[in-house]
């Protein structure tokens, strides 16, 4: 390995020859995109491959479609980040208060706080995690938990650390202005103060070949260190060595790439070392917010991100994508073509009648000036013309390739009917052709034979595909065949046209492949693919923007070593990679933000190319992004909600239930992929569903069902990759629980209730079916004991009558017992057709038979009845039972006052009070000792006939004091 002081020379000499300009994709994120601020401390990538910015305000994460910002406003301790670290995946944050929080399901929790700032988080290659603070030395983190290893200088100001070598570390210390060179066991081996020369120290960088930069503010430098002296150094190259620009520029941030090359961040904006002869500067002038760089970072696909002062910038280098028309120095005019040459070399041919040919050196990247002994009008070249051959206005020339010179072989005047288009063809054989406005041309040595084109022909395009067989392209007369014949003195030829094969009769571009298969590009209509067999008929393949082409307009065609095709079209690049089956079209413009009117495209081997957009000469490498595998996407947020309430999930292996009122779900998803989130095409899928089919793959990054059904549900997302396969998709499982009416316990309930309904019912049944069987034995008792009785004795007295037919006297005594008897019968049986009628069942009915029953009883008696009812109680309903009871405890009552009493007035009052009858019923007799026993029933039975229903009955009586019976009863 050479010396550090070879190597910094080595080096200095490389960034310091400026020739080129890049041009790859550069974006930009500033607050205005969502991120928490602009001044950009620390980039981080956990693996997840979400990006993790730490600025002056706050931190944020951005996962390829937003960014989720953390501060003191929700959370995070302190808004100054110093560093950022995974750990069991979880995201540690060293905030410049002391605190270390960890970010965990997208919540900042406050891990630990100490009185002094960590300021970084450094693991060494033996895993150890080792962190520096302000004034307080190192300490450890180990196993989630933080220790103080005992050290030399526990009070010591580390700022950054570094493993120098397998058993030294290397720490900024005391302001900044100090290294420490310290042993594993942070014991101090050596100090190195540069203080003394103003140099403030930004970052170290250990880079592949274990050289340490220190980016200061005069600058880089490089540290080295003497074992026999146990000494380290600084070396700085002087001021004759570094370019003007760079001396004592503050430098912030150095990042070796995998080319082996460095980007360089300092106050002046972004430097790209490429290779000894390629270096190039970014600033605000290429689309930089602010040219002061403040850190440095790749990710895993090789993006390189740059902070600055004012915003986040990401640079998509991977194609390594550069921008060559500064080495034309072309200020007029316009590029026609640029043709890789056998020698190796690039053929630059210029539309501008002061420049000429220019010759692209690939091996020493140099331009070389071409002598050109010719009239000013521009040349167009032949190509597989070999020695070299051009034409133009005045003529044909020839190249030697010694001298570098262009030499007129043949002048002609044609200036009348020429007509640039493009390049010529030549077969290989020393003949040439070209086209002019309506003719076609053949030159052969030092002979010129032209011919006319009928009808008027204009030529775009022409190549040569076996020497007899020319095809032309046209302006608007479709695609043609020549098929001449080639003499010393004559060309003759005949048209054969292949329009029908082509639905766009403007052709702008012919390639012919290894296989012989004509490609040609159309002005409308896209690529058509003619593909000969060997009796001269062709099969048609058609690609146009619906098989995935960004554009119809094809403008250019050339073909890979592998037998890719490659499109040129005012959308860019398309490359058609060749498949068993044919062809699929990856979009190369469209991923690498690469778009442009491109007229030429030259491949010049391992995987070079150069080609022609906007009048620019740009260089690329095709990294084969087309086999990029799809990153697997990630389920960023699962929002559950509903019109009332809204609930987050971040844990997608969260699993969760959703009510059916509740049964609304929202998924977000990303793929952490960076060299063209807008090219990330999303495929999704709800396993349980009406429709479980994939979606169309789509830029979206979000979806949402709604009134799902009750379930088992399963979200799928994948990605498609430029692969064309897709990645393994991300799951979430949840359900959806039925409502109330569709669970067992319900329909258990309801089977429950029914089935007590019916039974319920069939009580209910049996009851009216009882009660009906007891009216039944009701009346057929009252029929018995009342009418049967009555009969038995009218019997009886009948047949005492006939005994005493002869004493007129006793006759007449049984006949008015009859008489009485049939009359009590006759009563009796009113009464039971009088109960057991339904429109009865109102007190009005009941009243009326009360008021016509004390008439009958005393109206023929000197008695005074009064009947007083309370007014509106006619109307109320009462049952035929209760209604029967009542009526016969009043009926019994006023017997008993009508046999036995002797009374000259009787008051009843009837009402109706708190959904019960209050019946009162007064006389002034001579009444009767309620507390005699008595061998009669009556009282016994009025009592029995209330306390049925829930009733009471009141009687109250006294010699010489008359009779008062009050009975209430509630109605059922």
């Known amino acids: 390995m050479p010396g550090p002081k070879k190597l910094l020379i080595i080096f200095l000499s490389l960034c310091f020859k400026f020739t080129t300009a890049q041009g790859p994709s550069i974006q930009t994120y500033t607050i205005q995109d969502g991120l928490v601020e602009n001044y950009i401390r620390k980039i981080y990538q956990d693996k997840r491959g979400f990006i993790w910015i730490g600025t002056w305000e706050g931190l944020s994460r951005y996962d390829g479609h937003r960014f989720t910002n953390f501060s003191t406003t929700n959370g995070l301790s302190n808004d100054l980040v110093n560093d950022i670290m995974e750990y069991e995946d979880q995201m540690f944050i060293a905030l410049n208060d002391g605190s270390v929080d960890i970010i965990k399901n997208n919540v900042a929790i406050r891990y630990q706080k100490f009185p002094f700032a960590i300021n970084k988080f450094t693991k060494l290659p033996n895993g150890k995690i080792i962190n520096p603070t302000d004034e307080n030395g190192f300490y450890e983190f180990n196993k989630g938990k933080y220790i103080k290893p005992p050290q030399q200088n526990p009070k010591l100001n580390a700022q950054f650390v570094v493993p120098f070598n397998d058993s030294m570390l290397l720490s900024v210390n005391e302001g900044m202005s100090e290294l420490t060179l310290l042993t594993n066991n942070y014991k101090q081996v050596s100090t190195a103060a540069v203080a003394k020369i103003t140099l403030k120290i930004y970052e170290i960088y250990k880079d592949s070949y274990n050289r340490i930069w220190l980016c200061t503010e005069t600058g880089l430098w490089l540290i080295t260190y003497n074992s026999l002296s146990n000494t380290i150094s600084l070396n700085h190259p002087s001021t004759a060595v570094i370019a003007k620009e760079m001396v004592n520029i503050p430098t912030y941030s150095i990042l070796e790439s995998d080319d082996g090359g460095y980007w360089i961040g300092n106050q002046n904006g972004l430097t790209r070392l490429i290779s000894s002869e390629d270096y190039a500067k970014f600033s605000e002038n290429d689309g930089f917010p602010n040219s002061k760089i403040t850190t440095l970072f790749s990710d895993r696909e090789k993006n390189i991100w740059v902070g600055t002062s004012k915003g986040l910038i990401k640079i998509v280098a991977r194609n390594k994508i550069h921008n060559r028309t500064s080495l034309l120095t072309l200020t007029s005019g316009s590029l026609l073509s640029v043709t890789k040459l056998k020698d190796g070399k690039l053929l630059l041919n210029i539309n501008n009648t002061t420049r000429h040919p220019i010759l692209f050196n690939t091996d020493t990247k140099k331009m070389e000036n071409i002598s050109d002994q010719r009239s000013s009008n521009p040349l167009i070249y032949f190509p597989e013309s070999d020695p070299l051959l051009f034409y133009n206005k005045d003529g044909f020339y020839g190249y030697n390739n010694t001298h570098k010179k262009i030499y007129p072989l043949l002048k002609r005047d044609v200036s009348q009917n020429f007509l640039y288009v493009g390049s010529g063809t030549s077969d290989g054989l020393g003949n040439c052709f070209f086209g002019l406005s309506n003719e076609i041309g053949v030159f052969s040595g030092k002979k010129l034979l032209i011919k006319t084109l009928t009808p008027d022909i204009r030529i775009t395009t022409m190549k040569l595909i076996k020497p007899g067989s020319l095809w032309i392209g046209t302006w608007s007369k479709g695609l043609l065949r020549i098929d001449y014949t080639l003499t010393n003195d004559s060309f003759d030829f005949k048209i054969r046209n292949f329009s029908q094969f082509i639905s766009d009769s403007s052709i702008r571009s012919l390639h012919i492949d290894t296989k012989n298969n004509i490609w040609v590009g159309t002005r409308n209509k896209g690529l058509f693919k003619l593909m000969p067999d060997l009796n001269d008929n062709y099969k048609i393949a058609t690609f146009d923007k619906n098989s995935g082409l960004s554009s119809n307009y094809i403008s250019a065609i050339a073909e890979s070593e592998n037998g890719d095709i490659w499109l040129g079209s005012r959308f860019g690049l398309d490359k058609m990679i060749k498949t068993t089956s044919g062809y699929r079209v990856f979009n190369f413009s469209k991923i690498n933000y690469f778009i442009g009117l491109v007229s030429d495209i030259a491949p010049v081997g391992k995987n070079e190319w150069w080609c022609i957009i906007n009048n620019n000469l740009v260089q690329f490498t095709d990294d084969f992004l087309d086999q990029t595998k799809a990153i697997s996407p990630v389920i960023t947020n699962i929002r559950l909600s509903n019109t009332n309430e809204q609930k987050i999930i971040f844990n997608p292996d969260t699993t969760i239930s959703l009510p059916f009122s509740k049964n609304k779900v929202q998924f977000e998803f990303s793929a952490p992929g960076y060299i063209n989130e807008k090219q990330i095409q999303y495929s999704f899928r709800l396993i349980g569903g009406n429709d479980s089919t994939w979606s169309d793959p789509s830029n979206i990054h979000e979806v949402s069902y709604a009134s799902l059904q009750p379930g088992k549900y399963k979200f799928e997302v994948r990605t498609l990759g430029w692969n064309n396969q897709y990645s393994m998709p991300a799951i979430f499982s949840f359900n959806v629980l039925s409502p109330f009416w569709q669970t067992w316990w319900f329909y258990?309930?309801?089977?429950?209730?029914?089935?007590?309904?019916?039974?319920?019912?069939?009580?209910?049944?049996?009851?009216?079916?009882?009660?009906?069987?007891?009216?039944?034995?009701?009346?057929?008792?009252?029929?018995?004991?009342?009418?049967?009785?009555?009969?038995?004795?009218?019997?009886?007295?009948?047949?005492?009558?006939?005994?005493?037919?002869?004493?007129?006297?006793?006759?007449?005594?049984?006949?008015?017992?009859?008489?009485?008897?049939?009359?009590?019968?006759?009563?009796?049986?009113?009464?039971?057709?009088?109960?057991?009628?339904?429109?009865?069942?109102?007190?009005?009915?009941?009243?009326?038979?009360?008021?016509?029953?004390?008439?009958?009883?005393?109206?023929?008696?000197?008695?005074?009845?009064?009947?007083?009812?309370?007014?509106?109680?006619?109307?109320?309903?009462?049952?035929?039972?209760?209604?029967?009871?009542?009526?016969?405890?009043?009926?019994?009552?006023?017997?008993?006052?009508?046999?036995?009493?002797?009374?000259k007035n009787v008051e009843i009052e009837l009402n109706y009070v708190g959904q019960q009858i209050n019946l009162l019923i007064r006389d002034d007799g001579i009444g009767f000792n309620t507390n005699r026993e008595s061998h009669r029933n009556g009282i016994k039975n009025l009592k029995k006939r209330v306390e049925k229903w829930n009733g009471s009955i009141v009687i109250k009586s006294g010699k010489e004091e008359g009779t008062s019976i009050h009975l209430e009863m509630p109605l059922s």
């Not at 109320?876 to 008993?896: A, H, P, T």
């Open 748 to 903: 258990t309930l309801c089977i429950i209730l029914i089935i007590a309904f019916f039974y319920a019912l069939y009580l209910y049944r049996l009851k009216q079916i009882l009660k009906v069987q007891t009216v039944r034995n009701r009346i057929a008792t009252d029929l018995h004991d009342d009418i049967g009785s009555n009969l038995t004795n009218i019997g009886i007295l009948a047949e005492l009558t006939n005994k005493n037919l002869t004493n007129q006297t006793e006759a007449a005594k049984y006949l008015n017992r009859i008489a009485e008897e049939i009359n009590d019968s006759g009563q009796a049986l009113d009464d039971i057709i009088w109960n057991i009628n339904s429109k009865n069942d109102t007190l009005n009915e009941m009243i009326i038979r009360m008021r016509r029953y004390a008439a009958e009883l005393f109206d023929h008696t000197s008695t005074i009845c009064s009947l007083t009812l309370m007014p509106g109680i006619e109307n109320i309903k009462i049952g035929m039972e209760q209604r029967r009871d009542i009526y016969l405890v009043y009926k019994e009552s006023l017997n008993n006052i009508y046999k036995h009493a002797a009374a």
